[in-house]
Every structure is written in structure tokens, then in C-alpha cells.
């Protein structure tokens, strides 16, 4: 059986304080590779680390250019272990220049008294609504099967919904068990805001990006399907930068990440 | 007449690579010292480093430890400049022992298209509120004046409201013109939004911060006031970590800042 094509982007040889890993061309964006694979690969150097312990809770990865090589070289330093959690570091360079940089805090979860305090939108199930056909849309985009409840690109806006937002089930082409790099990386696959709001292609560009995951690996494993829904909107459009705040359920109803972005474009 | 305590407790000095700043004992936490003052520090350190270009759009800082001791050394580095914008990393130290690092974005912001895609909270004008009494908090707390519409943490939980949620006006104590850096800090100054969901009070600690700026240097001179809007929610309580969303607002409607923090809790 060949290899998933997400697996082959995000694989990384070396051990293990400087890695290396291929640029994909199946994950192409605009210019250079989809961000979300790139965030999965720095994420994935630290879980094949030796000295990985738990599970991640946080990363913030920040984008400081573009990846014009074929190559990337990944380098996760362990900035701080404490009792229950490890603190990370992540460079990322294309030669010498650093073109990526990560804070992960992984942890090794205790139970708890839990609560979900934001409710999952009452959606149809995704085998009711037709998949994107993409066409016009960069290479990345094919891995995915993405089915719209709001915010399809190639529809006109809809009246009734706020303008910059964004629903949709979302899963890798073909399906694969969602794990925490797959996971990593749909949270950066909603489309631009600003391109939701005004229909619009101009220059974008995520400087920051911050995932918070919500669930163990164990309930990963319980998903039911390959399936998740992805719900995303803006707060502000200003002076060259945008927001984006998001959330991605599993099909369960589980809250699997919560997302946040900051974009620049030129508009 | 006398620095206020909040630039105070900022005030870094040391040319430029390594510097110095004191805990502040106005702004003690029950450990160690407030999170949003040590993030302002960090803040504070790229801001007066003599390289510095534009103005800060992102900042995402991971808590690695409690401050135990008096002094903390602060060592910003840019990692990467590009035409528009630059990258920084900054780690913060207690004798040998990382205690924080911070990844943030600066930009030199161009006049774009705008718009705000979220409606301010139809409020009572602070001046008509309560100030919070302060005798059971800790120290931090009396340097801000906090004036609460909904999740009033000495009152019990309102029957209509989501259980997890803030809504306060908030200033610096004695009042004092909102910059970046204060800015930054009241973003950390809610409550810990389990306390706010159980009321219990039990171990916490942030471990990883982020703030989106969404004003320019002329926005924050053109507030009308020291008094901001804030607004906070969670979205899940789970596996020992919460996550907590928020917005801060001028007086005047303009959309400072959004936020977002995941937190450690044991209950």
C-alpha cells in the first residue's frame, strides 16, 4: 500500500535535533507549500523526538517567509520539561535563512472535571452536500474533500450569513484516521477571510498561527469517521492584517481544536 | 511626579540583547508575579530595542515556569526582517532557568480596506458600574479598576448568562493612557474562566498566551479614555487545560485587541 500523500509531505529523516523533509508538490499553495503541512511537519519533529513526552496542547508556528526550496531543515529544541508538560522550540530554514518558527507545549493530560461551554452548529452530515470541485483552485486544495454548509468560495456570498464566515466538513483525499499533524493542518485550510468577505484574490499571507487541541489521542481514536467540521470567521480586517477565529468538531460532536490566525494582505 | 506602578513594573534596562527587570511587588499573582505584566515586560523589551521597526500585530507567550525570584533577565533576538514586517523571539530567564519565551510579529501596518466583522457588546458606560472590591484577591487585582457587567466574580452567577463568560470594563489604577504594552497585560487580567464557570478557587496557570493587535500608534492617541471593554468566554474545559477566547474594546468602539490563552487547571 502506498504511502498517504499527507504522510509523505510532513515525513522527516534524522535524528533528531536537525531534521530534514521535502517540500510536497501536492500541497502547493500560490507561493510555496499550503502552511498547514508546514505547521504539521515542525509538529511532527517533535513527535518522533526521543524525548517527546504526552500529547501536543498548544502550538503557535510563525511564518517569517517563503519556502522557495525543495528541502526544509527542522530543528525542535525542548526549551523546558516540567512535571506534567514540555515546553518546545521549533526552527524551521530553507538553507540558512529561517523561514518558520513553533512554541509547542505538549502534556501529559490528568482527568478532570470537563465541560464544552460552545455548541457544535446543527449542520447536514456531510454525505448530503456536494464535494468542492477545484479547478481553478492551487494544488492543495485536491487533497482535501471539502462540502459547504456556508462560505463556498465558488458560490456567490450568502445573504443571510455573516460575511467573512466560513462551514464546512472537511476531510483528507482520500479519507485517513484524523490524527494531531491531520488535525494541525485543517485548522489553516479555511480559505483566506478577506477572499470569503469580498471574493477577492489579492496578495495573503499568515504571519501567525495558534492551535489549541482539545482531546487526547484515545479519543482520537474513537472518531467515527475521517470526518470533521470547520467553522471559521474574522474579527477585524485593518491596516494590512486580519484575524481568524475557528473551531473544528469531530463528527461525534466532539470539540477537537480550537484556532486563531493572524493574515496579511494587500488590499 | 512618580512613575506609575505598571511602567514601573515594565521598566527594563541594559542595552539590548540581555536586560534586566525587577518582579514587581504591586503586581503579585498567588504565585509569582501577574502573567499580563510579564508578557508587557517581554513586550516591553522589543519595544525599546533599538532595532525595532513598525509596531506589534501578534504575540504569542509560553509560560514555562513561576517567577520565584526578584529580578528576571529578558533576551530579545529578531530572528528575521522582512520589507514590511519582523520576527522576534524572546526568552526570559530567572538566574539560568528559561521562564518564559514569546514569538512575536511587528509590522509596519499600510492603510488597507477595513472592516470589523463583530459588533461591540451593548453595555452600561463604566460610570454607571460598581468598582470590584478587592480584600480576598491578590495583589494585582487592586491595580486595576474593574467594573463588571456579567461575571462578576464576588457575585453569584447570573441564571441567563453562559456560565463560563465576562463581560467588564476595565483601567490601569490610577487611570493611565493605554498603550501596547498595558494593552497586552489586560489581556491577561480575566479571571481564569474556570473560576468563573465553578467558582472554585484551585491551581491554575496559563501556559500559553496570544494577542492579535488590531490598532495603529494614532489609534490607541485617539482613545477617548484609560477605560477598555472586555470580553471572555471559554470553549472547553478538558484533560486538565481550558482555552479562553476574548476581546478588548476602546471606549469608542474601536477594536483593540483579540485574544486567546490555554490554561492548566487541576479540579
Redesign the interface.
Known amino acids: 500500500m502506498s504511502k498517504h500523500n499527507f504522510d509523505e509531505a510532513i515525513t522527516l529523516t534524522g535524528e533528531y535535533d536537525s531534521q530534514t523533509g521535502s517540500v510536497s508538490p501536492a500541497y502547493q499553495n500560490m507561493v510555496g507549500p499550503f502552511g498547514g503541512v508546514t505547521a504539521a511537519t515542525l509538529l511532527q519533529s517533535v513527535l518522533r523526538h526521543p524525548s517527546v513526552k504526552g500529547t501536543p496542547?498548544?502550538m503557535?508556528m510563525?511564518f517569517?517567509?517563503p519556502i522557495k526550496e525543495a528541502g526544509i531543515t527542522v530543528q525542535p529544541r525542548m526549551?523546558?520539561e516540567?512535571r506534567?508538560?514540555q515546553?518546545w522550540?521549533v526552527?524551521a530554514l530553507c538553507g540558512d535563512?529561517?523561514v518558520a518558527?513553533a512554541?509547542l507545549?505538549f502534556?501529559s493530560?490528568?482527568?478532570?472535571?470537563?465541560?464544552?461551554?460552545?455548541t457544535m452548529p446543527d449542520v447536514p452530515s456531510h454525505t448530503e452536500l456536494e464535494s468542492l470541485t477545484t479547478e481553478v483552485l492551487p494544488p492543495w486544495v485536491k487533497q482535501y474533500d471539502m462540502r459547504f454548509v456556508r462560505g463556498n468560495p465558488l458560490l456567490a456570498p450568502e445573504q443571510d450569513a455573516?460575511?467573512?464566515e466560513t462551514l464546512q466538513w472537511i476531510s483528507d483525499l482520500p479519507e485517513r484516521a484524523i490524527d494531531f499533524t491531520s488535525l494541525c493542518s485543517i485548522c489553516d485550510a479555511f480559505f483566506p477571510r478577506l477572499f470569503i468577505?469580498?471574493r477577492q484574490m489579492v496578495p495573503f499571507g499568515t504571519?501567525?498561527f495558534?492551535v489549541?487541541f482539545?482531546?487526547?489521542q484515545q479519543e482520537l481514536n474513537e472518531l467515527d469517521d475521517a470526518w470533521v467540521l470547520g467553522h471559521a470567521?474574522?474579527?477585524?480586517?485593518?491596516?494590512?492584517?486580519f484575524?481568524q477565529?475557528g473551531?473544528v468538531w469531530g463528527s461525534n460532536g466532539n470539540?477537537l481544536a480550537?484556532t486563531?490566525q493572524?493574515v496579511?494582505?494587500?488590499?
Open positions: 496542547t498548544s503557535t510563525n517569517l517567509g526549551v523546558r516540567n506534567s508538560n515546553h522550540i526552527e535563512e529561517s518558527t512554541t507545549v502534556a493530560r490528568a482527568n478532570s472535571w470537563e465541560s464544552t461551554e460552545i455573516p460575511p467573512s468577505h469580498t504571519v501567525s495558534t489549541y482539545h482531546v487526547t470567521r474574522a474579527s477585524k480586517f485593518h491596516g494590512s492584517y484575524d477565529t473551531e470539540l480550537t486563531t493572524l496579511y494582505y494587500k488590499y
